[in-house]
């Protein structure tokens, strides 16, 4: 069998110690389920201790119908002078209901005298007395050793004394804390190694990010014996976050080959980031490692030709197997075998024997030249192919438009735009306002269009962006607008340049709207067959 790893989370405690992360109840209760459907073994709660807000989590996590995870409760050792049964931080655990917990403890010796100002030996006593109160009161317990690395370094000897105290008074496990971030991967793996050949009870890590080695550093624990890993989901975490167990697990899993979660729950690994990410309010970085929206997104011309060939030449594993996808970019720098992805996603004939990508591959280059970025824009770029291909239908074409503002006595600023299109052969004059020009301009379209087509009701614009591209032309500056549309089933992205915002706008406009009606081609044509009957049993009536 595979050695087991056992995954500790806190992202609902140490995670919202990080810089923008806050969690309700409600949030901290929606993410425990998803931690324990990904197979979790223990789900770090909160400091009952601290907050009643985490308090209520507690009390409220025990109606949760967990199939594996262990809600635990964190906190400290007793204070210096105080009897572990009188210690209020202790009882608070105890009033919790954990069935775990995981108490912290000064390793460090400086940590004792400077920021406990305890004596060292008060300190082991603290350690000794809190985890035998605990483990008494019929709890799982988890010690902490926070500040081990540096703890070692200074003092070796005290460093060790403190562990074995927590060992001696009946730890489950203790938990080796680089908790300032700073020790490299071979001190983990040195360090490590000595503290599993001198205590008889499982070792755990815990580290931080501030060296951005916090999942080197756990992995080379578990190298050097360790057998349990603390982290956050997506890296959560005070100053520069926490070992991120997204990396973490499939790191030990797929190219260490241990046991941590089951392996059908690899697949799942994107949409848990994914989620964390949205209760958090989090953006999700597109970098991110195995998880993130580029991690497999390929641009450059050589690499996609290979990945078409042998997917393993630029993929160090299959984006599906953690539940993520292949991406191709499409860019300045594309060649034919980009075109050729994209447009087998799309269901279009095309091979590099067709003339037609040459010309669509230059236009492309040319267009970027100008601005254009269709990596974020591949509603506009799919028009684009279906252009060059002549596979587009033309539902309507500009005319005209003009935008009129003008300010009144009242200080109101008002905005009406003027659109002249021609659909079906027809001339239509249309007039709205709206909440500045481009608003008005979208307002005037739609209202141009829905009479013809009805189903342009279903959607909207949900997110407009506009980027300066060389901010030494001052106001002359080409600006960029990236627009998102939806129907509220789907988004699609299209994209804008010019020296003239609202050109730019237009042209943004103009794809996302062509794009919808595209891509309803099928409804539009029953809708309009629907209508032409209608009014011939009208007339024959």
């Known amino acids: 069998m595979k050695q087991q790893v056992l995954l500790y989370d806190t992202t609902l405690r140490d995670g919202t110690q990080g810089e923008g992360i806050s969690l309700s109840v409600d949030d901290k209760l929606k993410i425990a389920k998803k931690l324990d459907e990904l197979g979790i073994h223990y789900i770090e709660g909160g400091w009952p201790g601290s907050n009643p807000k985490d308090m209520e989590f507690f009390l ?30 202790l009882q608070r655990i105890l009033e919790s209901g954990v069935k775990a917990v995981a108490i912290f403890g000064k390793t460090w010796d400086f940590h004792a005298t400077e920021a406990l100002k305890t004596t060292l030996e008060e300190n082991l006593h603290m350690i000794f007395d809190s985890v035998k109160f605990l483990k008494q009161a019929g709890l799982e317990v988890i010690f902490d050793a926070e500040h081990f690395f540096d703890g070692f370094k200074s003092n070796r000897d005290y460093a060790f004394a403190a562990v074995k105290k927590a060992e001696a008074a009946g ?123 580029s991690a497999f997104a390929h641009k450059g011309g050589m690499h996609v030709s290979a990945i078409l060939k042998h997917p393993e030449t630029y993929e160090h594993i299959a984006p599906e197997s953690i539940g993520n996808a292949r991406r191709v970019l499409v860019s300045e720098l594309s060649g034919q075998s980009n075109l050729l992805f994209k447009a087998q996603e799309w269901d279009i004939d095309l091979n590099k024997k067709n003339p037609q990508s040459r010309k669509i591959i230059e236009k492309i280059k040319e267009k970027e030249h100008a601005g254009y970025q269709y990596e974020a824009a591949e509603a506009s770029f799919e028009l684009m192919v279906r252009e060059g291909l002549g596979t587009v239908k033309h539902f309507f074409q500009l005319e005209q438009f003009k935008i009129f503002m003008e300010r009144d006595d009242a200080e109101r600023l008002l905005t009406e735009a003027v659109v002249k299109l021609r659909i079906n052969g027809e001339v239509v004059h249309t007039v709205a ?7 008005a301009l979208d307002n005037a379209l739609r209202k141009a269009l829905e009479s013809y087509f009805p189903l342009i009701k279903e959607m909207y614009l949900a997110d407009y962006k506009v980027r300066v591209l060389d901010e030494t032309d001052a106001t002359a500056s080409t600006v960029r607008v990236l627009i998102v549309s939806s129907d509220g089933k789907e988004q699609w992205s299209t994209i804008g340049v010019s020296a003239n915002v609202i050109e730019a706008s237009w042209y943004a406009l103009f794809d996302s709207f062509r794009y919808f009606l595209s891509k309803r081609e099928d409804e539009i044509e029953l809708v309009s067959r629907q209508a032409r009957e209608e009014r011939i049993g009208v007339l024959n009536h």
């Open 171 to 293: 730890a489950d496990c203790v938990v080796l804390c680089d908790t300032n971030g700073g020790t490299l991967p071979h001190e983990v793996s040195a360090i490590v190694k000595d503290v599993v050949r001198e205590l008889s009870i499982p070792v755990g890590i815990h580290c931080h990010n501030d060296c951005e080695l916090a999942v080197a550093n756990s992995l080379a624990a578990v190298q050097a014996g360790a057998q349990h890993v603390q982290g956050t989901i997506n890296g959560y975490g005070e100053r520069c976050g926490n070992a991120n167990l997204v990396s973490v697990i499939p790191n030990l899993q797929m190219k260490l080959g241990l046991k941590c979660v089951a392996d059908s729950a690899l697949p799942s690994l994107a949409s848990v980031a994914k989620y964390v990410h949205e209760v958090a309010n989090q953006v999700p970085p597109n970098n991110q490692p195995f998880v993130g929206r």
């Open 433 to 439: 306002e709206g909440n500045g020009p481009v608003n």
């Open 60 to 89: 409220q996590a025990q109606q949760l119908s967990l199939k594996q995870a262990t809600i635990t409760a964190f906190g400290s050792t007793r204070r210096a002078g105080t009897p572990a049964a009188a210690d209020e931080n």
